[in-house]
């Protein structure tokens, strides 16, 4: 960070209230707007802020650093090649232009410069840095800026579903604490979370509100790819949900009970059945996604993970002893992999200031999941986690994830940033079924 950041950052921060409040503006009467959009956006930033502040003077280095420093000397490619730049950002190029001053070795950073996850996040960047003046704490802040913008669009229209909800919502998808700190600055995490967001925006309205216009599908096209390359196994999860949701969305069109009762096991099967294709079609073109594949990309991340934590000190945790990717392993260790994910780290496993706010706001979720199990009414829990769309799509969403990133982390550093596009789900999983579970039923 240098002087010359100092100047910049009150400038494209006035720049990114502009662009907000014309936004507020122009929806003024949705009271929406009105209420939480800028509330969302002071949150969003101030996690920005924490985060590039943090990696800058405590950790003094990091993932979110090195990205920047790789992305910093593409505004000279731009000028020296601008086609090579071109093709280079567009993916035509799979390689990073390592002549140009970005020092791999001074960095320890040649991992990023390999594979398409890394090398997407440093596109990304790239363009960024260009439109912000090559400052790491401006592009930081654009990161977050475009992020929110997806996140936004998830949260208009959870409340537009549920109105009566609005605080509880704004609050799972503009006020997790994790969520804004690790999705908010120059990272993979950061695109996930505006990626997932996205194609669940995009989605709803293409296949249940019917509203095909052709922003949607090309938003929901890029939101694919780009989740295809930083994170593709996330594919196999959340297509699989969103069908599973849509079977339900319909099966509750009808309104005659018998039909609805002959009919609906056909939909559902339907719906399963078009879910399984989807992933083995997937596995099937993509050498990367196939099982066996995805299985010892698994075991690399946990060995390596486990490096960390006996070499460099890092806050590690295990599932148990003689755990394999079997499909039996997998089954058996799936329950204390999902509890990890979503409830740590626990008390006894916190190490510093970081993971003791991961660990405050776990010890919250946990409370409120407890807080649903002895709710008097729970004998309508099978019928409400089958009867809300929302909620079908969201609890397997969350438990699947859980379970994946469960079993690949074994790092609580790791775990807390890849858990943070399940949250918000996770938090509107809790709100709908306390929602449904204390709502009298109407008078007869």
């Not at 609005?166 to 503009?174: E, G, I, V």
């Amino acid at each position: 960070m240098t002087i010359f950041d100092v100047f910049l950052i009150p400038l494209y921060l006035a720049i990114f209230y502009f662009l907000a409040r014309r936004t507020v503006s122009a929806n003024y009467n949705d009271p929406l707007y009105r209420i939480y959009y800028m509330k969302g956006l002071n949150y969003k930033f101030i996690g920005t802020f924490a985060f590039t502040f943090i990696y800058l003077f405590y950790y003094k280095g990091g993932d979110t650093l090195e990205y920047f420093y790789a992305a910093r000397p593409m505004i000279k490619l731009l000028i020296i090649d601008p086609i090579w730049y071109f093709k280079f950002i567009t993916g035509i190029y799979n390689h990073y232009p390592e002549y140009l001053g970005y020092d791999i070795s001074a960095s320890q950073g040649v991992y990023l410069t390999h594979g398409s996850a890394t090398l997407t996040t440093i596109r990304i960047a790239s363009v960024l840095a260009i439109v912000c003046c090559n400052s790491f704490v401006v592009v930081s802040l654009a990161f977050a800026y475009i992020c929110y913008q997806f996140v936004w669009r998830a949260f208009r229209l959870m409340v537009s579903l549920y109105p009566v909800l609005h605080k509880q919502l704004a609050f799972a998808f503009l006020m997790i604490p994790s969520v804004l700190f690790w999705g908010s600055g120059i990272g993979k995490d950061t695109v996930m979370l505006g990626a997932i967001m996205l194609i669940f925006y995009c989605y709803y309205m293409i296949f249940i509100r019917k509203n095909i216009r052709a922003k949607y599908v090309l938003f929901f096209l890029v939101a694919m790819y780009t989740t295809a390359l930083i994170r593709g196994f996330i594919l196999f999860t959340i297509i699989p949900c969103l069908m599973l949701m849509t079977v339900v969305y319909y099966q509750k069109q009808i309104k005659s009970s018998m039909l609805r009762f002959l009919v609906g096991p056909i939909i559902l099967a339907g719906g399963l059945g078009a879910s399984v294709f989807f992933v083995k079609s997937l596995g099937d073109s993509v050498e990367s996604y196939k099982i066996d594949s995805l299985a010892k990309k698994a075991e690399g991340f946990r060995s390596w993970h486990t490096t960390l934590n006996k070499y460099e000190g890092g806050s590690g945790y295990t599932i148990g002893e003689n755990f394999s990717y079997t499909p039996m392993g997998v089954l058996t260790h799936s329950p204390i992999a999902a509890a990890i994910a979503l409830f740590g780290p626990f008390p006894w496993q916190i190490r510093n200031a970081v993971m003791l706010l991961s660990g405050i706001e776990s010890l919250a979720f946990l409370y409120f999941t407890i807080k649903i199990i002895f709710n008097k009414r729970i004998y309508k829990l099978a019928s409400v986690l089958s009867g809300d769309p929302i909620i079908v799509f969201c609890i397997p969403f969350t438990l699947i994830l859980a379970v994946a990133i469960g079993l690949t982390s074994f790092n609580y550093g790791s775990l807390v940033r890849y858990k943070i596009p399940v949250l918000p789900f996770f938090a509107v999983s809790i709100i709908l079924i306390n929602y449904h579970l204390d709502k009298k039923s109407p008078a007869r």
